[in-house]
């Protein structure tokens, strides 16, 4: 792997926490006010060795879960990937097949189900599951734009707001 590789995937995985960290902040306030509950899922993942104190080799067991889950004051199940992108658009296929399925079963299950979206930091985007799965079918590519997502924006520190009712 060339260091161009290697730096465009550090900065990624930043960007990644990054959003993850707003994303964390937005439920503590849900959780504080009583709204929701939700969690980052963790990757599950097998130890190979010990390092030291605290640290460890591991590698990951199998494909990777939605981002979050949890519940909504209530009891309705919410389940959730997380995507940003420094890009001017974003591929369908950024959600694995493991967590497309995934999504599909609590999506039938009646769980509010979407795709948290980021573009650089500055637009965020509350896909519902359904429409980011039939990406093609609603805007007829596989991939999509900040123009395309423009009905689905959300304040990224209120990001649940207006869900309830809304078929998702």
């Known amino acids: ?3 161009t590789n290697r ?3 550090k900065r990624a995985k930043s960007n990644g926490e990054h959003f993850e960290a707003l994303i ?3 439920c503590k306030f849900y959780e504080a006010a009583g709204v929701a509950y939700i969690v980052k899922t963790p ?3 097998k130890p190979l060795k010990s390092i030291r104190a605290g640290q460890f080799l591991a590698v990951y067991t199998k494909q990777a879960q939605p981002d979050y889950k949890g519940t909504l004051n209530g009891g309705r199940a919410v389940v959730f990937e997380a995507k940003h992108t420094a890009n001017n658009r974003i591929e369908r296929n950024r959600v694995t097949d493991e967590q497309a399925a995934a999504l599909d079963i609590h999506q039938r299950l009646g769980a509010a189900c979407f795709v948290l979206v980021s573009f650089r930091f500055t ?3 509350r896909v519902p599951w359904i429409v980011w799965r039939n ?3 609603h805007f007829g590519k596989v991939s999509v734009n900040e123009t395309d997502l423009k009905p689905y924006s959300v304040n990224i520190m209120r990001f649940l707001s207006n869900l309830e009712g809304e078929r998702v």
Do not use: L, R, S
Request: net charge negative; no cysteine; charged share 15%.
């Open 7 to 9: 730096i465009g995937g």
């Open 135 to 137: 990406m093609q079918e």
């Open 24 to 26: 964390d902040t937005a």
């Open 1 to 3: 792997m060339g260091i």
């Open 43 to 45: 990757e599950p993942m």
């Open 123 to 125: 637009n965020f985007y």
